[in-house]
């Protein structure tokens, strides 16, 4: 089944260091989502994106994240001079953004980061 | 500042009993809410869903309460089976940004 796709699905880095997390959404799906969940928390939300319009970056934690989408598909996640609270799984869900009770997330299996 | 609470970070029933999983928020905003369902090693999977105008809706075993007056949702989930145990985040939306809460972890015992 085309599920979304997350890979690495492990990554171990050191401090300092630059990580590029990817997702692959559900074909059609114009809507894709960058969340964490760090340990014994909730999943917090990173940041958006809808079509063509510009993402809704307002959860990004600092301006050492960032993310693109391109070609309304495949989406990069980048986190630079990584620190070791940035230690968390990173999920990435997708959906068809349709008004109404439709408008469910299908989530990756998420990205394991771990800064040492 | 946490939109959607989920208060209780664990609960155990027995097999073929009522689970009840709690859920408070904050934002009256928010226009519809949602259940996942969480294994480990493994991202959220939906389970139900239920929109602002509407204060039940049932799936199955399923079922979700939404009391608005006291921003309140809950997922009963009858009879439980162990397949159930999972961890259980409840989340909420408005202008597709999602809150999710912390999770309930639920263990059904056999």
């Known amino acids: 089944g085309a599920g979304v796709s997350q890979s690495p699905s492990n990554k171990v880095t050191e401090k300092g260091k630059d990580v590029e997390l990817r997702c692959d959404p559900i074909?059609?799906?114009?809507?894709l989502y960058w969340y964490r969940q760090s340990l014994g928390q909730g999943l917090e939300f990173l940041i958006y994106?809808?079509?063509?319009?510009?993402?809704?970056k307002s959860g990004l934690p600092s301006d050492r994240f960032s993310a693109e989408r391109t070609g309304g598909s495949v989406s990069t996640l980048t986190i630079q001079r990584t620190q070791q609270e940035d230690s968390a799984v990173y999920l990435c869900?997708?959906?068809?953004?349709?008004?109404?009770?439709?408008?469910?997330?299908?989530f990756g299996p998420g990205t394991r980061l771990t800064v040492l | 500042d946490q939109q959607v609470k989920q208060n209780s970070p664990s609960l155990s029933v027995q097999e073929g009993r009522i689970s009840i999983l709690n859920c408070d928020y904050t934002?009256?905003?928010?226009?519809?809410f949602l259940w996942y369902k969480k294994y480990p090693a493994e991202g959220p999977t939906f389970l139900i869903s239920?929109?602002?105008?509407?204060d039940k809706n049932e799936d199955g075993r399923f079922t979700v309460f939404l009391n608005k007056s006291a921003k309140h949702l809950s997922l009963h989930i009858v009879p439980s089976q162990p397949g159930d145990s999972a961890v259980y985040f409840c989340?909420?939306?408005?202008?597709?940004?999602?809150?999710f809460g912390t999770g309930t972890s639920l263990t059904v015992i056999p």
């Open positions: 869900a997708s959906s068809l953004a349709l008004a109404g009770e439709s408008n469910e997330q299908f």
């Open positions: 074909s059609g799906h114009t809507a």
């Open positions: 994106f809808q079509g063509n319009s510009a993402p809704d």
């Open positions: 934002n009256s905003m928010f226009d519809y």
């Open positions: 239920i929109s602002s105008i509407k």
């Open positions: 989340a909420a939306s408005a202008s597709n940004q999602f809150y």
